[in-house]
């Protein structure tokens, strides 16, 4: 997809879907490459994100959201059913009918589809680095959908696993990569991005990536209740 198209779709549902603001814009770089990694609450986070940070952006996306063979069951469960409360057959209906729609956008955008096993991850993590070696900007939501719902972050603990990427773009370029935190706000219609985390090359690597996602997740765990007080509160961070 043209970048010119995309910022067309991105201001479409500025306009007729989220119509928030972004805070801290200054935070993140004009070029890639880079990874932005945001808190999901269900369809928002992304919704949000693409709206509000200008920016492309290549978005990790549920395997089963781009494939036409299993989008609809997908959506069944995962949003209409549970989200909007709606129960068979209504359900299976419009599953069917949104699954023609999300499919071909999400494939056209670019997105990039998790796969629940390995060898699936290995192609994740392969296209993931193609875009950041581009120059790109990636968007990951690294929660654990088999986690509980903290009731005062909205969201679930994160997978380290992202992480890896920091590492893997060092052994291709030798050079740094950085993360940037995203908290997105669904009542207060805001999306507050945050300072970076650098990935340390040097430091053991299942060591690092536990460190840049407890990081990440306290980052976003502050500026979340932030925008949720309206103003600073002052959680103190782990570094």
Same mark, same amino acid.
């Given at each position: 997809?043209?970048?010119?198209?995309?910022?067309?779709?991105?201001?479409?549902?500025?306009?007729?879907?989220?119509?928030?603001?972004?805070?801290?814009?200054?935070?993140?770089?004009?070029?890639?490459?880079?990874?932005?990694?945001?808190?999901?609450?269900?369809?928002?986070?992304?919704?949000?994100?693409?709206?509000?940070?200008?920016?492309?952006?290549?978005?990790?996306?549920?395997?089963?959201?781009?494939?036409?063979?299993?989008?609809?069951?997908?959506?069944?469960?995962?949003?209409?059913?549970?989200? /909007?409360? !709606?129960?068979?057959? *209504?359900? $299976?209906?419009?599953?069917?009918?949104? @699954? =023609?729609?999300?499919? &071909?956008?999400?494939?056209?955008?670019?997105?990039?589809?998790?796969?629940?096993?390995?060898?699936?991850?290995?192609?994740?993590?392969?296209?993931?680095?193609? /875009?950041? !070696?581009?120059?790109? *900007?990636? $968007?990951?939501?690294?929660?654990?959908? @088999? =986690?509980?719902?903290? &009731?005062?972050?909205?969201?679930?603990?994160?997978?380290?696993?992202?992480?890896?990427?920091?590492?893997?773009?060092?052994?291709?370029?030798?050079?740094?990569?950085?993360?940037?935190?995203?908290?997105?706000?669904?009542?207060?219609?805001?999306?507050?991005?945050?300072?970076?985390?650098?990935?340390?090359?040097?430091?053991?690597?299942?060591?690092?990536?536990?460190?840049?996602?407890?990081?990440?997740?306290?980052?976003?765990?502050?500026?979340?209740?932030?925008?949720?007080?309206?103003?600073?509160?002052?959680?103190?961070?782990?570094?």
């Amino acid at each position: 997809m043209a970048d010119w198209l995309y910022r067309f779709i991105a201001a479409a549902i500025q306009a007729f879907i989220w119509g928030g603001e972004l805070a801290g814009e200054e935070n993140l770089p004009e070029r890639g490459p880079a990874i932005l990694v945001a808190n999901h609450l269900g369809a928002l986070g992304p919704i949000a994100s693409a709206a509000c940070v200008p920016r492309r952006l290549y978005p990790w996306v549920v395997a089963e959201m781009m494939d036409a063979n299993t989008a609809s069951n997908y959506l069944r469960l995962d949003f209409i059913e549970k989200e /909007l409360h !709606l129960r068979l057959p *209504f359900s $299976l209906w419009l599953a069917k009918a949104l @699954s =023609k729609i999300t499919v &071909p956008l999400l494939n056209s955008v670019g997105c990039v589809a998790v796969y629940p096993d390995a060898d699936g991850l290995r192609t994740t993590f392969e296209r993931s680095l193609d /875009l950041l !070696l581009d120059g790109q *900007f990636l $968007l990951v939501f690294p929660e654990d959908p @088999s =986690k509980p719902i903290d &009731p005062h972050f909205k969201m679930s603990p994160f997978k380290k696993g992202f992480a890896r990427l920091g590492e893997m773009y060092f052994q291709r370029t030798g050079q740094i990569l950085r993360f940037y935190p995203l908290a997105v706000h669904g009542e207060r219609r805001l999306v507050q991005a945050g300072k970076p985390i650098a990935y340390n090359p040097y430091a053991p690597p299942v060591e690092e990536r536990m460190r840049v996602k407890n990081v990440l997740e306290n980052m976003i765990h502050e500026m979340y209740l932030e925008m949720d007080a309206g103003g600073y509160v002052g959680v103190p961070l782990p570094y």
